[in-house]
Nanobody, 128 residues
Framework: QVQLVESGGGLVQAGDSVRLSCAAS????????MGWFRQAPGKEREFVAA????????YYADSVKGRFTTSRDNAKNTVYLQMNSLKPEETAVYFC?????????????????????WGQGTQVTVSS
């Protein structure tokens, strides 16, 4: 069982930057690929970004490419999501998730079914 705890959310203005963190309670963090998803009010949860267990590959939703960056620190059992140039429509609860999938392609890292463990989420509100 892996527990994930997100932090770093809050209320920001459009154009601001925020860095989310996700701390994992497992001794084998380095074996998990990590993903970020978000869910806006009244909408389905959507993929945002992912980073493989080695940190060698990252994947992003088209809507965030060039503005968001995910990284990890295996020594701290933590994954990060740096979000720049935030937009009001990106107001959502942001979730991190852990996956044991080992894939050479991106597909399984971009779907909810590819992840076994989820955090409770952190709210990010972007005001206009």
């Amino acid at each position: 069982q892996v527990q994930l705890v997100e932090s770093g959310g809050g209320l920001v203005q459009a154009g601001d930057s925020v860095r989310l963190s996700c701390a994992a309670s497992t001794r084998t963090f380095s074996t998990y690929s990590m993903g970020w998803f978000r869910q806006a009010p009244g909408k389905e949860r959507e993929f945002v970004a992912a980073i493989t267990w080695t940190g060698g590959n990252t994947y992003y939703a088209d809507s965030v490419k060039g503005r968001f960056t995910t990284s990890r620190d295996n020594a701290k059992n933590t994954v990060y999501l740096q979000m720049n140039s935030l937009k009001p429509e990106e107001t959502a609860v942001y979730f991190c998730a852990a996956s044991l999938v080992k894939s050479s392609g991106s597909y399984y890292y971009t779907i909810q079914g590819g992840y076994a463990y989820w955090g409770q989420g952190t709210q990010v509100t972007v005001s206009s």
